[in-house]
């Protein structure tokens, strides 16, 4: 069994700021990782996924977040967040080569990120 | 491309009645999961089915059901609502290819009020 946690409910942050999303991940197996943001009364959106190679993944709309094993982390990054960028988003991991193909994924608690002007 | 659709976007139904959900998944996807979302449990996952065949089951009480047509349109039942039922819920379709990692698409879900 996978599970997942948001470090932070709601992180403020003031337009053009940087911003950094936390998600950690616990798994006895291998994972794939995503991000996910979700606008209100809307359903899910992929940003960005990890399933191998190289451990820092570029995502839409000037989102990237980096895969760090040893520490079981997948942080979400933008260098400058707009007002637009205000959301909630989740981290989410699915089980690597799960064999029956089960697409299940596991999501964290999921972070408000309110961008003041 | 048309996404995942969902229908109805909004319900309202009274305690001890029945709900049935569907969702189209996108053209060639077949996989279909349905997903649970409330303020204070988060998202949970349901159940996963392929090929008209339940895959995966979440942890919810027997009074949850799905099932998926040939064409992988899926339709979830809740029997006997609670008003702890009441939630968005999402469904979300893949595109099973063999391939490592494909991603879920979502659809923008059907918010159900039990009153």
């Known amino acids: 069994a996978q599970s997942v946690t948001q470090l932070d409910s709601q992180v403020p942050v003031f337009e053009e700021a940087p911003v950094e999303l936390r998600c950690n991940y616990s798994?006895?197996?291998?994972?794939?990782l995503f991000w996910y943001v979700q606008y209100p009364n809307q359903g899910l959106q992929l940003l960005l996924k990890y399933l191998s190679g190289s451990t820092l993944v570029k995502g839409i709309n000037g989102f990237e977040a980096e895969f760090n094993k040893s520490q079981t982390s997948f942080h979400l990054r933008k260098p400058s967040v707009h007002i637009s960028d205000t959301a909630e988003y989740f981290c989410?991991?699915?089980?690597?080569?799960?064999?029956?193909?089960?697409?299940?994924?596991?999501f964290g608690k999921g972070t408000k990120l309110s961008v003041i002007p | 491309k048309a996404g995942v659709t969902q229908t109805p976007r909004y319900l309202i139904k009274t305690r001890g009645q029945q709900v049935t959900l569907s969702c189209s998944p996108i053209s060639g996807h077949r996989s279909v999961s349905w997903y649970q979302q409330t303020p204070g449990q988060g998202l949970q996952f349901l159940f996963e089915?392929?090929?008209?065949?339940?895959?995966n089951k979440g942890n919810f009480p027997g009074r949850f059901s799905g099932r998926q047509f040939s064409n992988s349109r899926s339709e979830m039942n809740v029997s006997t609502l609670e008003l702890g039922d009441s939630a968005l819920y999402l469904c979300?379709?893949?595109?099973?290819?063999?391939?490592?990692?494909?991603?879920?698409?979502f659809g923008q879900g059907t918010r159900l009020t039990v009153v």
């Open positions: 089915y392929f090929s008209e065949t339940q895959r």
């Open positions: 979300a379709s893949s595109l099973v290819t063999g391939s490592k990692g494909t991603e879920a698409f």
């Open positions: 798994s006895s197996v291998s994972v794939y």
């Open positions: 989410a991991v699915r089980e690597a080569d799960s064999g029956a193909g089960s697409y299940q994924l596991t």
